[in-house]
Structures are given as structure tokens and as C-alpha cells.
């Protein structure tokens, strides 16, 4: 009977330990790759072999394994295709463009051979997905090696990836190669490309492109022959006499490659004081190709200013949200946008500076939180593009207005409001690729991820929050963390249980709206009842202002944190009340104040809750004493 009474004790405590906070059991896959390329330029064309070394570290056997094959969403009648044509706000890049492709401007992913340790394996491709059925399953801890050649055609630049951009930028390989697909401890995760995010095998790669001469090229990872190069990667800077040249790349701890070229980039660099060497590839002598709205002048005065604003972007990044931590960034003028990848991003270049600035910082951080925090971005969103847009305003407002800035998120908290008016605004809780439409996909990834960082923040307390984003970054880099797990890194830093924001913010649709009801006194204090008018539950912060000018924060907790945030402003007096119960629509606050020594009363002063109704947030008194005077009989 003890020995039963012990052992319940023990699985008791490791079940209570799990539940207040501790680390998943966690396992992650590993892909390292060889690739050897030979591009035919003027067809746009490509052959390919490749090796994976694929190292099972999951406690499951794997019967199968599946690849991604990007470039055959660029067909007509390919997923990516219908859903553009379907959706009832088509990506304006997109529409029907794929569908009017011609056989030479399609792309595609021909496998001529895939072997399993030397010998052949059956599969079959479906769309943008191989399939592989393996000779032996792979057991845990074994590491097996796929080998397989493919030819392949770039498609016309469309969606991230292809040839000849609209700025005349000949080459942006990005999602480009067969890729093996991510499995986790949900399983495997061969998502159809239709257009939305991606999730890799963090691993290592070893690329050999070799192009025609005239080409200048950027990519993830390090250029192992600079020297046989020039182009502007060696000291000579002389191109070598010879048709074409191989590039040698190799690039370790990252979950994918891309690469960019074009005959009239120019290369130029920088170094980050204490961080990176950053890398700058643009068409300097033709960056005004398709631009209307500025000079081919102005356009490169932006491209020459550009290093010193996104080396301080490092800077700021690294001092606030970890440090960054390969010693190479490469931005490269190609793609549709701006789009992120390890260790380099493709950003289109014909811009103000203002917006040239604001998309490579953009990128830029996403190495932070899809380079190094490496999220199923598929399934969880608003953890790569919300994360990047919090940090992203913070890094711009430091730029541009030496952090100085009101509300640097007043624009997520805007397009977050107005999805909610349009009744369209979906959970952020859905896969990437299965919103109803793109704009609720942009409001939830983008906007309201940050808005649920800066929420956050508010819940928690600011200290708390900075410490508990740098902790995040530290525990989890080269690793894939999900929404729960940054969850515990949270709960740990502020001593709170936070389960009930996640469920409320992030799985559903509730809002948040709380008022001031009423507020009357009987001479010597004034009781202030407030009410809780929206769904979701939230701790406050009332502000009260005196006809002195002097001012009183009453903060009142939710029961369901099981704890308070630190003081956020030391000048200001903070009374702490008793705790509000989230099932009690009102609560009143007694001030030892009579109402006549108030002017005004205010619910959240730091605009951070996303309050769909601020016009109850607020009473003046003077104009409610009147009010209340004129109903009187």
C-alpha cells in the first residue's frame, strides 16, 4: 500500500511540474544537404543532384518521407492557381497570372532518380508534394542518405521566386530546390504551396551553382572560393575569363537557402560593430528599371544609405532581443517585396527610403524570430510575422524618431479594430493557408500577433516582458517553438499563469471592451463601478487624475494570473486592489477622495489593451457631475 501511495506521489508531482510551467520533452529533426547545380541562364533552366544526410531524432519509426516541390505551383490549375483565382481578395501579384503562364515561363521539379542508401525508392509527386515510400523505415536515432537528381525550370517571377522581377532583377532563388519536409512531434507537415509560409529542417547545406560568368550572385551562408570569384567578393575584384563560374556556398544551423543573381548587380558591404558583415546586392547603374515615382538618382542614394540604417538595425536588435548569431547578413534587391530567409532576404528596391529602411528591417528581424526561432510559420503565423512587426516598429521608431514615438503598434492596433468591424476577423489559431480570406490572414499574422505581444507587455509588466523575450530567444534559438512553449517562458518570467490570454487572444474571436459604469460619492470617498462589457477578460489599469494635477494608478488584477505585475511607473502612486473575478461583470473602486477633488478617470491610459470601445474608457467628471445634475428632477 506504500509503495502504491509512493508511486501515485511521484507521477502526481512530475504531472503538476509539467502543468506549472516546465519544458516539453523536446526532439528536433536534422537535414544536411549537398547540392550540385548547373544552370542554363538564357532558358532559365537548372539540373540538380543532391545528398541529404537525414538524421531521425524523434522517438518514432518513419515509413515515409515527403519532399516539397515548390516551383510546380507555378502551373496553371496548380493549388496556388485556383486559390487565387477563387479567393475574394487575390493577392494582386498573383491572380490569374499563373494560370496564363506559357510552357517556357511554368516552373517545375522533373525527379529523374531518388535513392534510399544507394537504391532506388518508389514515390510519387502530387502537385508541390513527393512522396516517398521507404525500402526500410528509419528508426529513431539512425541516420539514413537520400540521393537524387532532378532538372528543374525557373518559373517567371510571380510569388517570391523566379526570373526577371518587375525591377529587372534576372534571378531570385528562394524555395527553389526539392526540399525535405519538416516532422514533429505532430507529425509530418507536407502543406501544399499555395502562396503562404514555410517550415524547415534546421541542418546544414554545401551548394555548388554554377552559372554563366556574367552573373553576380548572393546567397545564405559563406562564399568558400571568393578568390577564384571577384565580382566584388575578393580583393582583385576581377572577373575571371571563363564562360561560367561555380559558386561555392555552405551555410550551417539554418532550415534553408536562397540565392540571387544578376549580371548588373553591384556588391557592396559593411560591419555591424560587434555583430555581422552585412552584404548588399543591387542593380546600381539600373535600379530606376520600372520605377515611376523616383529617379534612378534618388533610388540609388537610398540603396547607398541603406547599410548605415540596417547596421544600427542590427545594433538595436541585439542589444534589446538577443544577439544575432551568424556572422553574415546578405540583403539582396529581387523577389515581389519583401521576403525573409536565413541569413539573407530578397526586398524589392525601387522605394523611398523610408520604405527601403522599413522592409529590409522588416526582414531583418525576421531572422530573430523565423531564422533562429524557426516556428512552424505555417501553423503558427502570428509567432513569425506578429513577433516581427512588434520588434520591427520598436527597431524603426529607434531609427527614425530616437524611440521617442506615442504608440509605435497604433497601426496593428488600427487594422486590428477594423477587421473586427468588418465581421471578418478570423482566430489567430488557423493554419496559414486556410484563412477565408488573405486580409484576415494579414490582419491576424501581422497586426494582431504584435498587438498580442504589446498585450502582453501590458499584462505582465514592460521589465518583465523585455526579460522574458530575451529568455525566449536564449532557450529556444536553433530550435522550433510553438506558441505554448514561448507561453512558459512567460509564465516562468513573471510568476503568472497566462493560459487563459492564449485561449481567449489566440483561439478565438472574443474582444476585449471594459467601461465606466459609474461613479458617485458620499462626501468624503468616490466608488467607481466599472464593467467588463466584452468577452474577454483582462487585469486593469485605472488611472485617476486630481484638480491638483497629481495622479493615482488603482490596478486591479484578474484572479485567473494567480499574480500581480511589477510598478511600471515609479513617480506614480499605485494602489493594488483586491482581485477582479473574471465571472463578475462589474467591479467597483473606492478612491479616499471626494468627487470634487477629481477631473478624470481613465481605464488602460497606455492605449496597450486592445479595447474595442475606448468611448467608456473615460469619465470626466465635470462633464458627469452635470450630466447626472440635468437628470435630476
Excluded at 541516420?143 to 510569388?159: A, G, K, L, W, Y
Excluded at 463601478?529 to 486630481?546: A, K, N, S, W
Amino acid at each position: 500500500m506504500k509503495t502504491r501511495l509512493l508511486l501515485f506521489t511521484v507521477i502526481l508531482s512530475l504531472c503538476t511540474l509539467n502543468a506549472f510551467g516546465q519544458e516539453r520533452d523536446y526532439w528536433q529533426q536534422e537535414a544536411d544537404y549537398e547540392m550540385d547545380i548547373e544552370v542554363d541562364a538564357p532558358n532559365h533552366q537548372f539540373t540538380g543532384y543532391q545528398k541529404v544526410d537525414y538524421t531521425n531524432h524523434s522517438p518514432d519509426t518513419l515509413e515515409r518521407v515527403f519532399y516539397h516541390l515548390y516551383f510546380n505551383a507555378f502551373q496553371p490549375g496548380s493549388m496556388m492557381d485556383v486559390r487565387s483565382r477563387t479567393v475574394v481578395d487575390p493577392d494582386s501579384r498573383v491572380g490569374d497570372r499563373i494560370s496564363q503562364l506559357p510552357d517556357d515561363e511554368i516552373g517545375y521539379h522533373h525527379i529523374n532518380s531518388l535513392d534510399q542508401g544507394g537504391e532506388p525508392v518508389d514515390y510519387t509527386v502530387d502537385g508541390t508534394i513527393l512522396d516517398v515510400k521507404l525500402n526500410d523505415p528509419i528508426l529513431p536515432g539512425e541516420t539514413v542518405t537520400f540521393t537524387m537528381e532532378f532538372d528543374s525550370q525557373v518559373p517567371r517571377q510571380i510569388r517570391r521566386s523566379g526570373w526577371d522581377n518587375k525591377e529587372g532583377v534576372e534571378f531570385s532563388m528562394s524555395q527553389w530546390y526539392p526540399k525535405i519536409s519538416e516532422y514533429d512531434e505532430d507529425g509530418w507537415h507536407p502543406n501544399p504551396y499555395i502562396g503562404r509560409e514555410f517550415y524547415g529542417v534546421f541542418g546544414s547545406f554545401d551548394v555548388e551553382i554554377t552559372i554563366d560568368s556574367s552573373y553576380v550572385m548572393g546567397a545564405t551562408g559563406h562564399l568558400q572560393n571568393a578568390d577564384e570569384i571577384g565580382h566584388g567578393y575578393a580583393e582583385t575584384h576581377e572577373r575571371p575569363n571563363t564562360r561560367k563560374l561555380t559558386w561555392h556556398w555552405k551555410a550551417d544551423k539554418v532550415h534553408d537557402f536562397m540565392w540571387g543573381a544578376d549580371p548588373d548587380f553591384t556588391h557592396r558591404t559593411t560591419q555591424v560593430p560587434g555583430g555581422p558583415t552585412l552584404h548588399f546586392l543591387y542593380q546600381a547603374d539600373t535600379v530606376a528599371v520600372n520605377a515611376e515615382r523616383y529617379s534612378q538618382a534618388e533610388l540609388q542614394t537610398n540603396w547607398e544609405q541603406l547599410p548605415e540604417y540596417t547596421a544600427e538595425a542590427f545594433q538595436f536588435m541585439n542589444e534589446h532581443f538577443g544577439k544575432y548569431p551568424y556572422d553574415k547578413f546578405t540583403v539582396i534587391q529581387g523577389g515581389d517585396g519583401g521576403m525573409e530567409y536565413p541569413m539573407a532576404t530578397l526586398i524589392t528596391g525601387n522605394r523611398s527610403l523610408g520604405s527601403l529602411v522599413g522592409v529590409t528591417v522588416h526582414e531583418l528581424v525576421h531572422s530573430w524570430y523565423h531564422g533562429v526561432l524557426a516556428t512552424n510559420e505555417s501553423r503558427y503565423p502570428w509567432m513569425d510575422e506578429g513577433f516581427t512587426t512588434y520588434t520591427s516598429s520598436l527597431t524603426m521608431d529607434h531609427l527614425f524618431n530616437n524611440g521617442q514615438s506615442e504608440n509605435p503598434h497604433e497601426s496593428s492596433y488600427q487594422s486590428y479594430f477594423r477587421m473586427h468591424e468588418s465581421g471578418r476577423f478570423e482566430a489567430l489559431d488557423t493554419h496559414a493557408d486556410h484563412f477565408e480570406t488573405n486580409t484576415a490572414y494579414g490582419t491576424a499574422s501581422y497586426s494582431t500577433g504584435a498587438v498580442f505581444l504589446n498585450q502582453l507587455r501590458y499584462i505582465v509588466g514592460t521589465e518583465t516582458f523585455n526579460r522574458g523575450m530575451n529568455h525566449y530567444f536564449d532557450s529556444w534559438k536553433f530550435k522550433h517553438p510553438d506558441g505554448r512553449d514561448f507561453l512558459r517562458v512567460m509564465e516562468k518570467e513573471s510568476d503568472m499563469v497566462l493560459d487563459w490570454y492564449y485561449q481567449y487572444f489566440i483561439e478565438s474571436t472574443k474582444t476585449i471592451d471594459y467601461g465606466i459604469k459609474s461613479a458617485f460619492g458620499n462626501g468624503t470617498s468616490t466608488f467607481v463601478t466599472l464593467e467588463r462589457v466584452g468577452l474577454t477578460p483582462m487585469p486593469i489599469d485605472l488611472m485617476v487624475e486630481y484638480n491638483d494635477g497629481s495622479r493615482e494608478l488603482f490596478y486591479i488584477p484578474l484572479r485567473i494570473m494567480r499574480g500581480e505585475k511589477e510598478e511600471e511607473q515609479p513617480g506614480v502612486p499605485r494602489t493594488i486592489q483586491s482581485d477582479w473575478p473574471w465571472v463578475n461583470p462589474t467591479y467597483t473602486v473606492e478612491i479616499s477622495s471626494p468627487v470634487s477633488d477629481i477631473k478624470r478617470i481613465e481605464i488602460d491610459p497606455s492605449m496597450r489593451l486592445a479595447d474595442i470601445d475606448r468611448g467608456n474608457n473615460v469619465m470626466v467628471m465635470e462633464e458627469h457631475l452635470k450630466k447626472a445634475t440635468e437628470k435630476t428632477p
